[in-house]
């Protein structure tokens, strides 16, 4: 569970990133390229750079393991960010910083080897730090500059629209809608989370970053030192890295000419993130009685899954439905 405690200056000063943060999307970036997750929205992505990357990029993986804590130093904060001012505050982590993000990391990964470079960067050697530099900017170079466009065409559209929420319900209303496990009860803001962590406030506010490689649940920082940042995911254009909008303008979505149109986009939704009735329902802008009939229709041929919870019901596509997607 991630706790965020408010002050009345912090909701105040609660704010959205300008834009896609170009460190923060090469972190979460390394999850989805070595994941197996979502792989109608990432999967085609992935095939495309996987012969990209550069061999570097395991300096990168090092401080980034596939589950729990990632070093902190790898996003640095910065009024405007932009990839060359985040890599020059990256090759100018203070000693302090570094030593504290590789005790976590080892205490916290216990029986994960420690690469040897680890304690030429723990006594803060220039050189190091610039071959970590200098790798992230070719894995963004690689993997994240070709899309970036759309990365940031879809970050500026969230932006958008959570501006929109905020004036017409609050700041009530945008926290409702950033993920679903997420309640407020003022002054405190919870969330699912991989571990128990809370971040206190302290009248400087929240950065609301939103993130186009996020997946699953928002992810912050864990120093409480560090200015306090939460990178939630966006919603996403289906095709973005190239295969499916070809497909489309050949000749139109072939799946949809097969399920038909409300069919089709439901598939893809589950596909991409498993929801509920009313998530996928909200997602789409359908009434929650045509999501529910129309999911019993694709569970009914194999293609969706439904799994009880409680008093919720989560859909998520089988392997034929993400299959039929992926052609």
């Given at each position: ?17 300008a ?48 589950r729990g ?23 100018r ?20 080897p ?129 295969p ?15 399920l ?23 997602r ?44």
């Amino acid at each position: 569970m991630l706790r965020i405690v408010f002050t009345a200056d912090d909701l105040a000063r609660t704010r959205f990133a300008a834009g896609p943060d170009p460190m923060w999307e090469v972190l979460l970036s390394l999850y989805r390229l070595r994941g197996r997750d979502q792989r109608v929205l990432f999967g085609p992505w992935r095939r495309r750079i996987a012969a990209l990357v550069p061999a570097s990029t395991a300096m990168l993986v090092d401080l980034a393991p596939t589950r729990g804590y990632a070093a902190d130093f790898l996003t640095p904060a910065a009024p405007a960010p932009s990839l060359t001012e985040q890599l020059e505050a990256l090759r100018r982590t203070p000693k302090a910083r570094v030593e504290a993000d590789l005790e976590r990391m080892v205490r916290l990964h216990p029986r994960r080897p420690v690469p040897p470079w680890y304690a030429e960067l723990a006594r803060g050697e220039a050189p190091v730090l610039t071959r970590l530099a200098d790798a992230a900017g070719r894995y963004f170079g690689a993997g994240l500059a070709p899309y970036w466009p759309q990365v940031r065409a879809q970050v500026d559209q969230d932006r958008m629209v959570r501006a929109l929420r905020l004036a017409e319900w609050g700041w009530a209303g945008v926290f409702g809608t950033l993920h679903h496990s997420i309640r407020w009860h003022y002054p405190v803001l919870e969330m699912d989370y991989p571990v128990e962590h809370t971040i206190e406030l302290t009248g400087s506010g929240l950065l609301l970053q939103p993130s186009f490689f996020c997946s699953g649940t928002p992810t912050a920082l864990a120093a409480p030192e560090l200015p306090p940042v939460l990178a939630y995911p966006i919603e996403h254009e289906l095709g973005w890295a190239g295969p499916a909008t070809a497909r489309t303008d050949r000749g139109g979505d072939p799946v949809a000419a097969v399920l038909g149109s409300t069919r089709s986009r439901l598939l893809r939704t589950v596909a991409d993130a498993a929801g509920t009735t009313t998530d996928v329902a909200r997602r789409l802008g359908l009434p929650p009685s045509t999501a529910s009939r129309q999911l019993s229709a694709l569970r009914e041929a194999g293609l969706v899954t439904s799994h009880r919870h409680g008093n919720r019901v989560t859909h998520a596509a089988t392997d034929l439905g993400v299959a039929l997607l992926d052609r």
